[in-house]
């Protein structure tokens, strides 16, 4: 018997509910959508009482597990203390969890601005970096995603996440360092991989800008592009780029901060990089809404102009970040995701090797994805494999999300406090949702 079956009374009402009055485009996975009632740890329960593993902690943002007790306690002592103030009024939480942020942060990154998405942090990096070079463009690369605010749009290179025709001035596009499928094959060595990609950038600085851009902008490892990796020397190299040119770094860190590309705190620094400027956001507060823009001094003084944010640095949340900071360096979440990661990528190389339609491992640390492809001699996309393969999952019981430009990437991100026992008993699930799409065809 399948895990899954048809939905309780409960379920059913939840659900029309939700068709009834929230957007259409609120679209959940699956084709039977999981009503989630409670959850703890890498353990949630929907609204029938069934159990499921959870591998992609609400997109990677339940970064200690769903509930950890050291922020739910915090949260509790904090609501009853003082819940709202604005950025208008000072507290120590906001200025306690900035000192954090600074100490974690790579290089001279010291001042920090926080919002409540990632969307927000990424709009005040680019208003940020504008101000600053007194410059208007900006280089995003394509794959990448930024969040779901019109400028956030107009620096996605995702169709599917453009719903109206975006634009926005001085943004423009270079080809993502996406090795895969890179146009030079896979006869070409890393290097030349490498070095496609940055003689691309330097041509599209020299050809779609005005050759003085104020910012390149890129996510560490593409999150929703299905968890692209570059080559070890592009950021290095792409960052000096843009700095030859007058413009600044800045890295998005939404999705690979705070441990979970293992070994460091930070993605970009297994390269060996200092941005200009960090945006953060996701697992930083275990759940609760906080986007945090953090930038070197000098750049972050040259902001005058009034601004304010009425959720942005709110006392509640701003426990849950220093809750949560202080349970990662505690528990060392950059160890454990390096030690968890690698088990997960062997036991996806070993499904890879019986399953010829999963075309490529890849990631870092607890940030690892298959990418799914037609058949053994072809690498095209296969969004029907990886459709297949999320529903296969939920009926054995474990959550997976979905990537790339055409959905064709099965991603993988759990809570970092994940242990060797539950990644085990994760990847059981997954051969054995792998082996019910052998099945389908």
Not at 41 to 60: C, E, N
Not at 63 to 90: D, F, I, K, N
Not at 192 to 213: N, Q, R, S, V, Y
Request: include cysteine; charge should be negative.
């Amino acid at each position: 018997m399948p895990l899954v079956s048809a939905e309780s009374a409960s379920a059913k009402a939840i659900l029309d509910e939700h068709e009834a009055y929230l957007f259409p485009a609120v679209k959940p996975l699956y084709r039977r959508p999981v009503v989630i009632k409670s959850a703890q740890g890498v353990w949630v329960t929907d609204a029938d009482g069934r159990d499921y593993l959870d591998l992609f902690a609400g997109v990677l943002t339940t970064s200690l597990g769903h509930c950890h007790p050291a922020v739910v306690a915090r949260v509790q002592e904090q609501v009853a203390t003082l819940g709202h103030t604005s950025t208008l009024y000072v507290t120590e939480n906001q200025a306690s969890a900035a000192r954090r942020l600074n100490d974690m942060t790579p290089g001279d990154l010291q001042k920090s601005y926080f919002t409540n998405s990632g969307s927000e942090a990424v709009e005040t990096a680019i208003m940020l970096a504008r101000v600053y070079t007194g410059r208007h463009e900006i280089v995003a690369l394509r794959h990448g995603y930024s969040g779901r605010t019109a400028l956030a749009t107009a620096l996605t290179a995702h169709a599917p996440w453009r719903p109206v025709p975006t634009s926005a001035s001085g943004i423009v596009h270079a080809a993502s360092p996406y090795t895969y499928r890179s146009p030079l094959g896979p006869e070409a060595s890393i290097q030349e991989h490498e070095d496609f990609f940055i003689h691309d950038l330097e041509e599209t600085l020299d050809t779609m800008t005005d050759g003085k851009p104020a910012a390149f902008f890129a996510e560490t490892i593409q999150g929703v592009g299905g968890y692209i990796v570059p080559p070890p020397g592009y950021f290095r190299r792409a960052a000096a780029l843009i700095r030859e040119r007058g413009g600044l770094f800045i890295c998005d860190e939404v999705q690979t901060g705070f441990g979970r590309t293992g070994g460091k705190w930070f993605g970009i620094e297994h390269w060996g990089v200092e941005p200009d400027i960090m945006v953060m956001a996701k697992g930083i507060a275990s759940g609760f809404p906080v986007g945090a823009t953090i930038a070197r001094a000098e750049i972050a003084d040259a902001w005058t102009a009034k601004t304010f944010s009425t959720y942005g640095g709110n006392p509640i949340c701003m426990a849950a970040v220093e809750a949560t900071l202080h349970v990662m360096q505690q528990e060392n979440t950059p160890g454990i995701s390096e030690a968890r990661g690698r088990q997960v990528r062997k036991g996806l190389e070993a499904l890879r090797a019986r399953h010829p339609w999963i075309g490529e491992a890849r990631g870092m640390g607890l940030i690892q994805a298959i990418e799914l492809v037609e058949g053994p001699e072809s690498k095209t996309p296969s969004p029907r494999k990886a459709s297949q393969l999320l529903e296969a999952a939920r009926e054995e019981g474990l959550l997976l999300g979905l990537g790339g430009l055409h959905g064709q990437v099965v991603r993988i991100g759990p809570s970092m406090l994940i242990t060797a026992n539950e990644v085990e008993e994760g990847l059981a699930r997954l051969a054995r949702a792998c082996a019910r799409v052998d099945g389908a065809g």
